[in-house]
């Protein structure tokens, strides 16, 4: 009898649309901004592996998420 999975969404983004020609976060105010300043955070908190597995992942600015608004940036454990 097969299992059944629940998987969580996986979202694909091309962070270089937020950059400006010399790198930097091209938005400067409002919703556009914000996006790239979360996206930012979650790029940085999944690329840290010195970071402890219990610090919780960037504060998700604008969903409404139960788990106390934290994405989940780090791998489900090998089944």
């Given at each position: 009898m097969a299992r059944?999975?629940?998987?969580?969404?996986?979202?694909?983004?091309n962070l270089t649309h937020y950059?400006?020609?010399k790198g930097a976060i091209a938005p400067?105010?409002?919703p556009a901004r914000k996006m790239a300043d979360f996206l930012s955070a979650v790029v940085a908190h999944a690329?840290?592996?010195d970071r402890s597995h219990n610090e919780p992942g960037p504060?998700?600015?604008k969903c409404r998420k139960?788990?106390?608004?934290?994405v989940?940036?780090?791998?489900p454990p090998p089944p």
């Open positions: 059944s999975t629940t998987l969580a969404p996986m979202y694909v983004i950059l400006d020609a400067e105010r409002g690329s840290d592996f504060v998700c600015f139960r788990d106390h608004r934290v989940d940036t780090g791998l």
